[in-house]
Each structure stands twice: as structure tokens, then as C-alpha cells.
């Protein structure tokens, strides 16, 4: 069975919301897990034991909060270890010209750093799924969207 990893950091509690509207796209997959923690609760070893890995994080000055860098940055004793997996992200932010792209391209890199398999999206927004302000149904639905495609790429490949 797949399993996928989501991560996420919330302050306001709208990146929260977008990480349980991705769970649910995930759940409602047969033949794939899904775990849910904050970034503060993930270790090393969930990486590593997860086929697809998402991270949420609000946008902070263009880039992903420390929080959730503070993850990306243990991440490195995984080095060589995630090759294969399948990653994503998301995030949230008070303002459309927020630095949105530019803070899930920060977790991006990451993965694509660590040999990960990134997908892109066709109907939404084209790196991850992102919310000005808390989430709308339309944000909701993008999100769980973004849930099934994750979760279906990590049973495909795992």
C-alpha cells in the first residue's frame, strides 16, 4: 500500500484547512495511506517511509515559513534517500501578489534536489494549489484535486 505524507505549518489555520482538503483528495483513493502531521511533528523517518510527500507552508516573505525550512533543512540526513518519491506542495498567503509561486517553488526545489518526482498541474495552479486568505470551495476542490493526482502518481510508482 502507498502511503503519502502531508506536512504543513499553520499559523492562521487556512494552510490547516488546505492540508485536510488534500487529505480528503488522498483518502479517497483505495490502496493508498495518508498521514497528516505538522511540520513540527514530522521526523526523518516519516520522510522516508512515505511514497509521496506534500508540503504545505504559509507565505512568508516570498518563501516558505521557518518552521517548515527547519524540516526541509533536517532533511538533508535523508540525502540520497528520497529518490523516486513523489513530492508537492501548497501554501497560503494574505495577498495574490504574496510570493506564492516563489514559496512553493522554495519547497520544490527541495525535492527536486533530493531526486524527487515533481508533477505539474494542468487546471489550477500549475505548481501546487494555492489560497489568498482562507480557502473557498474553490480552493477546496483544487486542493483535494491536488490530493488524488499526488496519491495516485505515489501508487503508480511505489
Keep these: 500500500m502507498a502511503k503519502v505524507l502531508i506536512s504543513y505549518f499553520s499559523k492562521s489555520g487556512n494552510t490547516k484547512a488546505m492540508a485536510e482538503s488534500i487529505r480528503d483528495g488522498?483518502?479517497?483513493l483505495e490502496g493508498v495511506d495518508v498521514d497528516l502531521k505538522k511540520v513540527q511533528d514530522t521526523t526523518i523517518s516519516d520522510l522516508r517511509s512515505s511514497d509521496g510527500i506534500i508540503i504545505g507552508s504559509p507565505t512568508y516573505f516570498g518563501v516558505m515559513a521557518t518552521e517548515a525550512k527547519e524540516l526541509m533543512d533536517k532533511s538533508i540526513q535523508s540525502y540520497g534517500k528520497l529518490v523516486g518519491k513523489v513530492g508537492g506542495a501548497f501554501?497560503?498567503?494574505?495577498?495574490?501578489?504574496?510570493?506564492?509561486?516563489t514559496t512553493i517553488m522554495s519547497i520544490l526545489q527541495g525535492f527536486l534536489i533530493h531526486g524527487?518526482?515533481?508533477?505539474?498541474?494542468?487546471k489550477g495552479n500549475h505548481y501546487g494549489p494555492v489560497s489568498v486568505?482562507?480557502?473557498?470551495?474553490?480552493?477546496?476542490?483544487e486542493c483535494v484535486r491536488y490530493g488524488k493526482m499526488i496519491g495516485a502518481l505515489a501508487k503508480k510508482l511505489g
Design 133 to 141: 486568505g482562507a480557502p473557498d470551495q474553490e480552493v477546496h476542490d
Design 91 to 101: 501554501t497560503s498567503s494574505g495577498m495574490i501578489g504574496g510570493g506564492n509561486e
Design 26 to 28: 488522498v483518502n479517497s
Design 116 to 122: 524527487m518526482i515533481i508533477p505539474g498541474v494542468q
